[in-house]
């Protein structure tokens, strides 16, 4: 008997309502219980919770209330593998921030400038890059014990290490420059890191992803409009093996579970784009009113819907990041990617949105607005 018709009998005799988180991701179409998304309210110095099932927003956190200045900048969230606890980055305030699950503040890791974040699904650690806002932050990753919230710095040697992926059957994380055409695959067992270099004007990598599989790693560059693609059959020294032009400004990029597509927002278009990751071929874009500044990215664990927030006015725009977040003409000799203007499908939000699609028809469904300059997101590894 198919494990999702086990549910229903279950349902109907009336079992426990809290089924293993498991038993509920076989289920087609059927998000576990209170899979929870923490989305960054960067603009307003808060943090939303929203019901991955419901498309709901159960919970604000208003960072003021806990003694942060309005300007701590939030800009993205990491979740334990059991959802007990999750995190925040702030930006300003240098500091990394543990909740529990009821919201409640329980502690705190000191850090300069921390940006991205990846909770380990095995370990006690989460890594934390810089932000992009730092103009010459270390050239190191933090490494922090989820239960001490004790910080280790891991050199990087490349300057503005931003973007930021684990991949745990590799036992390795992957970064990359925003300044400079430099990449790293650093081995978390010893710490020694790997560096390639990547050919053409600079790309500014703003962030990878890893197949579920480990097989692939995808990087985003800003400033080329392109989708970079490597292959990991040796970690160490990823090979290019796709260089796709995928429009402007692409920003956090996610795989659906079987890998065969990732999927990101273009800052510069106001779109999403799904690629094929073996064909290197842009099979799908998504134009629509939710978008102002596609940031964050993620794909509830059965696979079904793709949640994107967008910053909306007052977010980073393409081009900026290279003066580290000031504005600037961006003319520095190299290729851009396609004109930017933003243009109809944003035009009139006052405030950042999230906006749900279901990734079988490219549909937008839902759109939740969240606040001024909604950033990064995050939810459970899985």
């Given at each position: 008997m198919p494990s999702w018709i086990r549910i229903l009998v279950l349902l109907a005799v009336g079992a426990p309502a809290a089924l293993p988180v498991g038993l509920w991701a076989q289920a087609p179409g059927t998000a576990p219980p209170q899979e929870l998304i923490y989305v960054s309210l960067q603009g307003e110095a808060g943090v939303a919770v929203v019901d991955a099932g419901t498309f709901q927003e159960v919970a604000r956190v208003d960072l003021t209330e806990l003694g942060f200045s309005p300007n701590a900048n939030p800009h993205h969230t990491a979740v334990d593998p059991d959802g007990s606890h999750w995190y925040v980055s702030l930006i300003t305030e240098n500091r990394v921030v543990k909740f529990d699950r009821d919201n409640r503040m329980v502690g705190?890791?000191?850090?300069?400038?921390?940006?991205?974040?990846?909770?380990?699904?095995?370990?006690?650690?989460?890594?934390?890059?810089?932000?992009?806002?730092?103009?010459?932050?270390p050239r190191s990753?933090?490494?922090?014990?989820?239960?001490?919230?004790?910080?280790?710095?891991?050199?990087?040697?490349?300057?503005?290490?931003?973007?930021?992926?684990l991949a745990p059957s590799l036992g390795r994380i992957f970064s990359g420059s925003l300044s400079q055409n430099q990449m790293g695959s650093l081995e978390v067992e010893t710490l020694e890191m790997g560096l390639w270099n990547l050919e053409g004007p600079i790309h500014t990598v703003v962030q990878v992803a890893v197949s579920p599989d480990a097989s692939t790693l995808v990087a985003t560059a800003e400033l080329?409009?392109?989708?970079?693609?490597?292959?990991?059959?040796?970690?160490?020294?990823?090979?290019?093996?796709?260089s796709v032009e995928v429009g402007s400004g692409p920003w956090h990029p996610i795989f659906e579970p079987d890998g065969r597509r990732v999927w990101m927002g273009l800052k510069g278009d106001d779109a999403v784009v799904a690629v094929d990751v073996a064909s290197g071929e842009v099979v799908e874009r998504v134009v629509h009113r939710a978008f102002y500044g596609p940031h964050g990215a993620l794909i509830r664990s059965d696979g079904r819907y793709l949640f994107v927030s967008s910053s909306g006015p007052g977010g980073m725009q393409v081009g900026q990041t290279l003066a580290g977040g000031a504005h600037h003409d961006m003319d520095h000799g190299h290729d851009h990617g396609p004109e930017h203007d933003h243009h109809e499908p944003g035009e009139g939000r006052q405030v950042g949105t999230l906006a749900v699609i279901d990734v079988t028809t490219g549909e937008v469904v839902r759109i939740l607005e969240m606040g001024r300059n909604t950033t990064g997101i995050g939810m459970r590894p899985w």
């Open positions: 705190q890791a000191e850090m300069e400038a921390p940006g991205l974040m990846v909770r380990d699904p095995e370990g006690p650690w989460l890594y934390v890059a810089r932000s992009m806002m730092a103009v010459d932050p990753v933090g490494r922090i014990h989820t239960g001490t919230l004790e910080v280790e710095e891991v050199d990087v040697f490349f300057p503005r290490p931003h973007a930021l992926a080329t409009g392109q989708l970079l693609i490597f292959d990991l059959d040796t970690p160490g020294e990823p090979r290019l093996r796709h």
